[in-house]
């Protein structure tokens, strides 16, 4: 199910609401539970109901492990605490890679060995590489004896809790089941409802009418046009740098927002991140939930910077790298996380030179740096990313004659024209384009909405005008992320 779809915003949101509430209100804070976790799983279900027994397979083993890893010692089992872990990480990176990579694989080998191994065609289980990461960081820290002693229908509801299912943010067990916990969370809070609604509107607005404009744009210049000139190339690539931008942190704010009508706050996963001055700043800002996973559960223990500066460097590398691999099996996201790992190693290393770089240079050379290595990550193949990149760096210069300007450029000497087939509304698409900087360099992010929010009439105008979203609801697209 879509947040973006009227069945969950007119039915499956305010029926959850109502009768969560209406449970709890009768002290019945256990089936409030359970009927939250029911309401979760059918929200999971209602993609594809055959991948329902696998999570719930998951979060039984993984339950079952967690409660051993926490007892082990408190009850001297014979047993290792370590190899009973690695069974447990090793059960969950096996579903994930099973159903994620196994054609990847098959495909890798057939071509190196020249074999030809059918493909087996799976589909990709929705939220798996969330729900993955999460149970992980959940067997770490019952190893560490950091877990406390939680029953099945809290883990479930931990782990299924429907706002956060799909595509995150990547929570933490201790930073959710203290709120599930708190009996002033279990009464309707309307300064929260307001809030939520607030802040699901604009995830909803940046979804429908900002990412989904832009995914007409990077559709065309990445799938349909067979060559890009130098203009079409960059708006391609700029589309996408957009589109992403704000359908994930627009799923983000949905997700926030719906969260907090349950009186419940998830982290904070975006914050500007196109305003970063270097890409430790960038990742920073981006998905702060993976980051913070990707440094507590891999750099951290693979030695951080606790080794030496080459074990640094190589500790950095590798955790970017298994990021990319993450994101999706191709080798396009095997290149992505290179390059990111690489970038970090060289800002690294350029810190402790102690080398200064303006901060406006740092933004220009950092935009342009992720603006490009997501050619990459967009991009079907390699083909396609090169044919991108070429039209970027050595395409024609052919200016759009429908943009202010034409006739001065033409008199220049430039080329002034129509663009190719695909991109036929290129003046409405510069102004997209400018309208896209401008909100993502110089107006407030959502997060700084909501800490400025007050229950006024100017909210109140703003959330609905955010709301009229809702009648281009029939273009129903699904969210990037959905495929990873």
């Known amino acids: 199910m879509l947040f973006n779809s009227y069945e969950f915003i007119f039915f499956f949101l305010p029926i959850t609401f109502f009768i969560y509430f209406y449970l709890n209100s009768k002290r019945l804070t256990e089936a409030a539970k359970a009927f939250l976790v029911f309401a979760s799983l059918f929200f999971y279900a209602w993609w ?34 370590k190899k009973l872990l690695a069974a447990g990480i090793a059960f969950n990176l096996g579903l994930l890679g099973y159903f994620k990579y196994t054609d990847f694989f098959i495909a890798n080998l057939n071509r190196v060995l020249d074999t030809h191994l059918p493909l087996l065609h799976l589909a990709l289980p929705l939220a798996i590489s969330f729900y993955t990461f999460q149970q992980i960081s959940y067997l770490v820290d019952s190893y560490k004896e950091e877990t406390e002693e939680y029953d099945f229908l809290n883990y479930a509801l931990f782990v299924t809790f429907f706002p956060q299912l799909i595509a995150g943010p990547i929570v933490h067990h201790a930073e959710m089941m203290p709120q599930f916990a708190k009996v002033r969370n279990k009464v ?5 409802i307001a809030l939520g609604l607030f802040v699901f509107s604009m995830g909803l607005f940046k979804k429908v009418m900002i990412a989904d404009t832009f995914a007409q744009w990077a559709t065309q210049g990445f799938d349909v046009a067979k060559e890009l ?16 931008y704000f359908d994930f942190s627009g799923y983000t704010d949905m997700a926030i927002g719906a969260a907090l009508l349950f009186n419940i706050k998830l982290p904070i996963n975006f914050f500007s991140p196109y305003k970063a001055v270097n890409i430790q700043d960038f990742w920073r800002r981006w998905h702060i939930t993976l980051s913070r996973f990707l440094k507590d559960y891999l750099y951290i223990p693979l030695g951080g910077n606790r080794k030496g500066k080459i ?17 999706g099996a191709g ?3 095997v290149f992505w996380g290179a390059l990111h790992g690489g970038a970090l190693v060289l800002h690294r290393l350029w810190q402790q030179a102690g080398l200064y770089m303006p901060k406006l240079l740092g933004w220009f050379l950092t935009f342009n740096f992720v603006n490009i290595a997501w050619v990459f990550f967009r991009a079907r193949n390699f083909d396609d990313a090169l044919k991108v990149l070429k039209g970027m760096f050595t395409g024609a210069f052919v200016y759009p004659q429908g943009l202010p300007f034409a006739e001065s450029i033409r008199e220049w000497g430039f080329v002034v024209g129509k663009w190719s087939k695909p991109f036929l509304d290129e003046t409405w698409m510069g102004y997209w384009l400018l309208a896209g900087f401008v909100t993502v360099l110089v107006l407030p992010n959502s997060m700084q909405w909501k800490e400025r929010f007050k229950t006024n009439g100017f909210y109140l105008v703003l959330t609905l005008l955010f709301f009229m979203s809702l009648f281009f609801l029939y273009r129903k697209s699904e969210f990037i992320y959905f495929n990873f």
Request: aromatic share 18%; hydrophobic share 45%; glycine share 4%.
């Open 311 to 327: 074990r640094t460097y190589v500790n950095l590398f590798v955790t970017f790298l298994l990021g990319g691999i993450w994101h």
């Open 188 to 192: 309707k809070n309307y300064y929260n």
């Open 331 to 333: 080798w396009t996201f």
């Open 229 to 244: 000139n130098m203009l079409e190339a960059w708006a391609t690539s700029l589309s996408y740098t957009f589109q992403l």
């Open 48 to 81: 594809n109901v055959k991948y329902l027994p696998l999570i719930l397979v998951s979060m039984l083993v993984n339950y079952s492990i967690g409660r051993e890893l926490a007892a082990h010692r408190r009850r001297r089992r014979s047993y290792s605490a």
